[in-house]
C-alpha cells in the first residue's frame, strides 16, 4: 500500500525487551538492548533512505499518496505578511476583515468550476532586504510570534498556510532549517522566491535573481525528509517565477509523490501580458502543477482590469494554485 511510505516508526522500533536488527525483529531479551543515539540516528537515515527509494517507484508509476491535495483540489491564497501592508492583501487588513475577502474569493471559486476550494494564508517568512544586515545576507525573518500568529489563524481557520522565501545572499541550506518546526505541521507548506536570490552578489531589487534546479530540487528533498519523519500528508512547494532566467535547467527538477511541485506565474500586467508569461514561462517548461496570480493594484495600471477566475481557470493547463496580493 502507498501508507508503507510513511511507516518509519516500523522500521525504528524498540519494544518492551524486543530489539530490531537490520530492520527486522530477531528476538525478545528478559531486559531491553540499549541503543546509543548515534545508533539510532543511523537508523533513522537509514529508515529515511529506505523510504524514499519507495516513493521514487511510487513517482515513476505516477501515483499519489495518502493526504495529497492536487491535483483533486485548488488552492486559493492571500500573500502578504501581517508586519508590512504594502507586500499584500494579508497584511493590508486587520485579521477578520482580511478573513472575510479571503472567504469571499474562495467563494467566487467554489461557483467557478466544480473542484473543491482550500484556501491559504501564503506569508513572507523570510524577507529580501535593502540594508546588508549583521551578516551580510540582505535577508531579515520574521519574529517567531508573528510566524506563529499567522499559523494559529490557519489552523483557526482550517485554512492551509505557506511560509515564503527570499534568500537575498543567503541560500536555502540556511534558510529552510530555521522554519522546520513550523513545516512539521500538517497543514504549512512552503514558497520559494528566485527573483530575490542573488546569486550575483548583487543587493536585492537591483535585479531579478534566479533559482537553479539544485536548489528546487534541495527545497523538494528537504521537505520530503519532513514528510517521513513525522509521517505527513504530502507538502506543496510553491516556486514563483515570471520569467525564463528566474528557473534555470528546469528539465533537471526532480519528483517527488511527498512533495507537490507547483510553478506559480507570479508576473503583473495586463490580461494579454499575463497570458502569453504563463504560456512562455510556465505551460512551455512543465514540472508539476501551475499556480497563477492576480494582483490587485498592479495589475490595475495603465487602465487594465483583473483577470475573472474564469478567466483563470480557462488557462492551460489550469492553475490549481491562485494567489492574491
Not at 530489539?19 to 540516528?41: H, I, M, Q, W, Y
Not at 537508523?43 to 524514499?52: F, G, N, P, Q, T
Not at 482580511?98 to 467554489?110: F, G, N, S, T, Y
Request: with cysteine.
Amino acid at each position: 500500500m502507498l501508507s508503507t511510505v510513511y511507516r518509519l516508526a516500523s522500521l525504528l522500533l524498540v519494544v518492551a525487551g524486543c530489539s530490531l536488527v537490520s530492520f527486522g525483529l530477531v528476538g525478545c531479551e528478559s531486559t531491553p538492548t540499549k541503543v546509543s543515539a548515534a545508533a539510532l540516528d543511523k537508523r533513522k537515515l537509514e529508515a529515511v533512505r529506505h523510504d524514499s527509494l519507495r516513493a521514487d517507484s511510487v513517482a515513476r508509476v505516477g501515483g499519489q499518496l495518502p493526504g495529497a491535495i492536487l491535483p483533486d483540489a485548488r488552492i486559493v491564497a492571500f500573500y502578504g505578511n501581517p508586519l508590512h501592508k504594502a507586500m499584500g492583501i494579508l497584511g493590508q487588513y486587520p485579521k477578520d476583515e482580511m478573513l472575510r475577502r479571503l472567504d469571499r474569493r474562495v467563494a467566487v471559486w467554489q461557483q467557478t468550476d466544480s473542484l473543491p476550494v482550500r484556501p491559504a494564508l501564503h506569508m513572507t517568512a523570510v524577507i529580501a532586504q535593502r540594508d546588508s544586515g549583521a551578516d551580510g545576507k540582505y535577508r531579515q525573518a520574521l519574529p517567531d510570534s508573528t510566524i506563529r500568529r499567522v499559523v494559529e489563524w490557519g489552523r483557526e481557520r482550517n485554512a492551509l498556510v505557506f511560509l515564503d522565501v527570499q534568500v537575498g545572499l543567503s541560500d536555502l541550506q540556511h534558510e529552510l532549517p530555521k522554519l522546520k518546526k513550523y513545516l512539521q505541521l500538517p497543514f504549512v507548506h512552503l514558497g520559494i522566491d528566485p527573483e530575490f536570490s542573488m546569486k550575483s552578489g548583487r543587493r536585492p531589487g537591483t535585479e531579478v535573481g534566479e533559482f537553479d534546479a539544485a536548489d528546487i530540487n534541495y527545497a523538494r528533498q528537504f521537505l520530503a525528509r519532513v514528510v517521513s519523519e513525522n509521517q505527513l500528508p504530502p507538502k506543496v512547494l510553491v516556486v514563483h517565477r515570471f520569467r525564463q532566467d528566474m528557473v534555470t535547467n528546469y528539465q533537471n527538477i526532480k519528483l517527488d509523490p511527498r512533495v507537490q511541485i507547483v510553478m506559480h506565474m507570479d508576473g503583473w500586467g495586463t490580461p494579454k501580458v499575463k497570458r502569453s508569461s504563463y504560456r512562455k514561462f510556465i505551460k512551455q517548461e512543465p514540472v508539476e502543477y501551475t499556480g497563477f496570480k492576480i494582483f490587485l493594484k498592479n495589475d490595475l495600471r495603465a487602465n487594465s482590469r483583473l483577470m475573472t477566475s474564469e478567466e483563470v481557470a480557462a488557462l492551460t493547463p489550469s492553475p490549481l494554485y491562485i494567489q492574491y496580493q
